[in-house]
């Protein structure tokens, strides 16, 4: 419901809004989950929202619904769709 004060030209909608502030740094490891194996990746995703992607050849095993670490290689904060191009934390280098 909007509300109209006085003669203003305007209407005054009150809203709330719950944030996620996520401004992950290179190198930082955080847990995602697997949401699918790409041909040529792994798709994440961390808090449920957020898009990580691990290139195939730095994969290791996993399944989907897997709980991963992932060491974060790039932060892709100005697109559009937020996302984070990582590798997989724990893992030898190949």
């Given at each position: ?5 006085s ?14 502030v ?8 955080l ?18 929202v957020?898009?990580?992607?691990i ?6 095993s996993a ?5 991963v ?6 932060a ?8 984070v ?8 280098p190949?």
């Open positions: 419901h909007g509300i109209v004060q003669d203003a030209p305007v209407v005054f909608v009150p809203i709330e809004a719950r944030l996620l996520f401004a992950p740094v290179v190198g930082q490891e847990e995602a989950t697997v949401a699918r194996h790409g041909s040529d990746h792994l798709a994440l995703l961390a808090h449920g957020i898009n990580v992607t290139p195939h050849s730095l994969i290791g399944d989907q619904g897997d709980a670490a992932a060491r974060v290689g790039v892709a904060g100005s697109t559009t769709v937020p996302g191009r990582a590798e997989r934390a724990g893992l030898d190949p």
